[in-house]
Protein backbone atom coordinates (compact mmCIF):
# COMPACT_ATOMS: atom_id res chain seq x y z
CA UNK A 1 0.00 0.00 0.00
CA UNK A 2 1.44 3.43 -0.78
CA UNK A 3 2.29 5.62 1.97
CA UNK A 4 0.71 8.86 3.14
CA UNK A 5 1.99 12.47 1.97
CA UNK A 6 1.32 15.07 4.10
CA UNK A 7 2.70 18.43 3.98
CA UNK A 8 3.08 21.26 6.85
CA UNK A 9 2.53 24.82 5.61
CA UNK A 10 2.54 28.51 6.89
CA UNK A 11 4.39 31.77 7.48
CA UNK A 12 7.94 31.90 8.85
CA UNK A 13 7.35 31.44 12.52
CA UNK A 14 4.03 29.56 12.28
CA UNK A 15 5.74 26.59 14.15
CA UNK A 16 6.05 24.22 10.97
CA UNK A 17 9.17 22.64 12.73
CA UNK A 18 7.78 22.25 15.87
CA UNK A 19 4.59 20.31 14.88
CA UNK A 20 6.65 18.37 12.39
CA UNK A 21 8.45 16.80 14.64
CA UNK A 22 5.82 16.19 17.09
CA UNK A 23 3.75 15.05 14.82
CA UNK A 24 6.10 11.71 12.94
CA UNK A 25 6.58 10.83 17.04
CA UNK A 26 2.91 10.21 17.34
CA UNK A 27 2.20 9.03 13.91
CA UNK A 28 5.18 6.58 14.27
CA UNK A 29 3.73 4.92 16.97
CA UNK A 30 1.27 2.91 14.02
CA UNK A 31 3.20 3.03 10.57
CA UNK A 32 6.63 4.07 9.24
CA UNK A 33 7.22 7.78 9.12
CA UNK A 34 9.98 9.36 7.39
CA UNK A 35 10.16 13.63 7.99
CA UNK A 36 11.81 15.70 5.54
CA UNK A 37 12.30 19.31 5.02
CA UNK A 38 12.24 21.67 1.99
CA UNK A 39 14.39 23.30 0.76
CA UNK A 40 16.76 20.16 1.48
CA UNK A 41 16.20 16.60 2.53
CA UNK A 42 19.14 15.52 0.06
CA UNK A 43 22.47 16.05 -0.60
CA UNK A 44 21.86 18.37 -4.25
CA UNK A 45 18.59 20.15 -2.18
CA UNK A 46 20.93 21.13 0.82
CA UNK A 47 23.35 22.64 -1.14
CA UNK A 48 20.44 24.50 -2.53
CA UNK A 49 18.90 25.66 0.85
CA UNK A 50 22.35 27.06 1.73
CA UNK A 51 22.25 29.20 -1.39
CA UNK A 52 18.38 30.48 -1.02
CA UNK A 53 18.84 31.09 2.58
CA UNK A 54 22.14 33.07 2.49
CA UNK A 55 21.69 36.83 2.83
CA UNK A 56 24.53 37.74 1.60
CA UNK A 57 23.20 36.73 -1.68
CA UNK A 58 21.60 39.00 -3.83
CA UNK A 59 18.62 36.40 -5.63
CA UNK A 60 16.35 37.30 -8.29
CA UNK A 61 12.60 36.84 -7.59
CA UNK A 62 12.84 34.34 -11.10
CA UNK A 63 15.92 32.51 -10.14
CA UNK A 64 14.73 31.89 -6.49
CA UNK A 65 11.75 30.13 -7.80
CA UNK A 66 13.85 27.82 -10.07
CA UNK A 67 16.02 27.17 -7.09
CA UNK A 68 13.13 25.96 -5.16
CA UNK A 69 11.70 23.71 -7.95
CA UNK A 70 14.96 22.26 -8.76
CA UNK A 71 15.63 21.55 -5.16
CA UNK A 72 12.35 19.98 -4.96
CA UNK A 73 12.76 17.95 -8.13
CA UNK A 74 15.86 16.67 -6.77
CA UNK A 75 13.76 15.67 -3.15
CA UNK A 76 10.95 13.90 -5.41
CA UNK A 77 12.72 11.62 -7.41
CA UNK A 78 15.73 10.98 -4.22
CA UNK A 79 13.69 10.13 -1.68
CA UNK A 80 9.47 11.63 -1.98
CA UNK A 81 8.22 8.72 -4.48
CA UNK A 82 10.32 5.87 -3.06
CA UNK A 83 9.52 6.45 0.07
CA UNK A 84 5.54 6.81 -0.65
CA UNK A 85 6.00 3.71 -3.15
CA UNK A 86 7.31 1.64 -0.08
CA UNK A 87 4.34 2.26 2.06
CA UNK A 88 6.14 5.10 4.49
CA UNK A 89 4.06 7.92 5.46
CA UNK A 90 6.00 11.02 4.23
CA UNK A 91 6.40 14.36 6.44
CA UNK A 92 7.52 17.45 4.68
CA UNK A 93 7.56 20.65 6.12
CA UNK A 94 6.98 23.02 3.03
CA UNK A 95 6.14 21.80 -0.27
CA UNK A 96 4.43 23.49 -3.30
CA UNK A 97 2.50 25.10 -1.84
CA UNK A 98 5.06 27.26 0.01
CA UNK A 99 6.33 28.36 -3.58
CA UNK A 100 2.61 29.48 -4.91
CA UNK A 101 2.49 32.08 -1.52
CA UNK A 102 6.07 33.34 -1.57
CA UNK A 103 7.13 33.57 -5.10
CA UNK A 104 3.88 33.63 -6.53
CA UNK A 105 2.14 36.62 -4.41
CA UNK A 106 4.75 37.41 -2.31
CA UNK A 107 7.38 38.08 -5.03
CA UNK A 108 4.47 38.89 -7.70
CA UNK A 109 5.05 36.27 -9.94
CA UNK A 110 1.61 34.71 -10.61
CA UNK A 111 0.32 31.56 -8.43
CA UNK A 112 -0.65 30.22 -11.86
CA UNK A 113 3.29 30.04 -13.40
CA UNK A 114 5.04 29.46 -10.73
CA UNK A 115 2.46 26.07 -10.68
CA UNK A 116 2.94 25.44 -13.78
CA UNK A 117 6.94 25.36 -13.43
CA UNK A 118 6.22 23.20 -10.17
CA UNK A 119 4.39 20.83 -11.97
CA UNK A 120 7.24 19.96 -14.01
CA UNK A 121 9.63 19.78 -11.19
CA UNK A 122 7.55 17.25 -9.56
CA UNK A 123 6.09 15.64 -12.17
CA UNK A 124 2.51 16.56 -10.93
CA UNK A 125 2.71 14.52 -7.10
CA UNK A 126 -0.17 16.56 -4.62
CA UNK A 127 -0.11 15.68 -0.64
CA UNK A 128 -2.58 13.84 0.60
CA UNK A 129 -3.38 16.30 3.22
CA UNK A 130 -1.52 19.62 3.94
CA UNK A 131 -1.48 21.07 7.10
CA UNK A 132 -1.52 24.87 7.32
CA UNK A 133 -0.87 26.45 10.35
CA UNK A 134 -2.15 29.98 10.31
CA UNK A 135 -1.20 33.09 12.53
CA UNK A 136 -0.83 36.60 12.46
CA UNK A 137 2.01 38.19 10.25
CA UNK A 138 3.03 40.58 13.67
CA UNK A 139 2.66 37.33 16.00
CA UNK A 140 5.31 35.02 13.37
CA UNK A 141 7.76 37.84 13.16
CA UNK A 142 7.83 37.90 17.25
CA UNK A 143 8.78 34.56 17.13
CA UNK A 144 11.26 34.77 14.57
CA UNK A 145 12.86 37.36 16.94
CA UNK A 146 12.90 35.09 20.30
CA UNK A 147 14.95 32.46 18.32
CA UNK A 148 18.50 32.14 19.08
CA UNK A 149 20.00 32.82 15.26
CA UNK A 150 19.88 35.06 12.92
CA UNK A 151 17.54 35.33 10.05
CA UNK A 152 17.75 33.87 7.12
CA UNK A 153 17.38 36.10 3.48
CA UNK A 154 13.42 35.02 3.48
CA UNK A 155 12.78 35.73 6.90
CA UNK A 156 14.57 39.37 6.38
CA UNK A 157 11.45 40.51 4.44
CA UNK A 158 8.91 43.05 5.77
CA UNK A 159 5.77 42.44 7.45
CA UNK A 160 3.99 43.78 4.80
CA UNK A 161 5.59 40.26 2.44
CA UNK A 162 4.69 37.85 5.01
CA UNK A 163 0.98 39.69 5.06
CA UNK A 164 0.77 39.30 1.38
CA UNK A 165 2.27 35.24 1.80
CA UNK A 166 -0.44 34.86 4.40
CA UNK A 167 -3.50 35.74 2.24
CA UNK A 168 -2.40 33.63 -0.45
CA UNK A 169 -2.29 30.68 2.11
CA UNK A 170 -5.83 31.47 3.01
CA UNK A 171 -7.21 31.77 -0.68
CA UNK A 172 -5.55 28.24 -1.78
CA UNK A 173 -6.88 27.16 1.52
CA UNK A 174 -10.89 28.19 0.30
CA UNK A 175 -9.79 26.67 -3.24
CA UNK A 176 -8.75 22.83 -2.14
CA UNK A 177 -10.85 22.47 1.40
CA UNK A 178 -10.37 18.94 1.06
CA UNK A 179 -6.65 18.94 1.20
CA UNK A 180 -5.75 21.92 2.82
CA UNK A 181 -6.41 22.03 6.48
CA UNK A 182 -5.96 25.10 8.18
CA UNK A 183 -5.14 25.54 12.15
CA UNK A 184 -4.91 27.81 14.40
CA UNK A 185 -1.16 28.02 15.41
CA UNK A 186 -1.48 31.14 17.87
CA UNK A 187 -2.87 27.98 20.17
CA UNK A 188 -0.26 26.06 22.40
CA UNK A 189 1.78 23.17 20.54
CA UNK A 190 -0.10 20.79 22.10
CA UNK A 191 -3.88 21.86 20.93
CA UNK A 192 -1.47 21.92 17.65
CA UNK A 193 -0.83 18.71 17.83
CA UNK A 194 -4.32 17.30 18.39
CA UNK A 195 -6.03 19.55 15.58
CA UNK A 196 -2.95 18.07 13.51
CA UNK A 197 -3.99 14.17 14.53
CA UNK A 198 -7.79 15.16 13.73
CA UNK A 199 -6.64 16.29 10.58
CA UNK A 200 -5.34 13.03 9.66
CA UNK A 201 -7.50 10.79 11.03
CA UNK A 202 -9.23 10.03 8.09
CA UNK A 203 -6.01 8.66 6.10
CA UNK A 204 -5.85 5.72 7.25
CA UNK A 205 -9.69 4.40 5.67
CA UNK A 206 -9.25 6.56 2.28
CA UNK A 207 -8.31 5.60 -0.83
CA UNK A 208 -5.38 2.35 -1.18
Known amino acids: MRGRFITIEGIDGAGKTTLATALRAELARERPVELLREPGGVALSE ?12 CAARAETLLYAAARAQLVDER ?12 LDRFVDSSLAYQGAGRGLGIEQVALLNDFATGGIEP ?19 RDEAPDRLEREAETFFATVAAAYDELAVGEPQRIRVIDAAQPAEIVLDAALQALADLDSSRP
Open 47 to 58: RVRDLVKDPALR
Open 128 to 146: DRTLLLRVQPSVGRARQRG
Open 80 to 91: LRPLLDGGTWVL
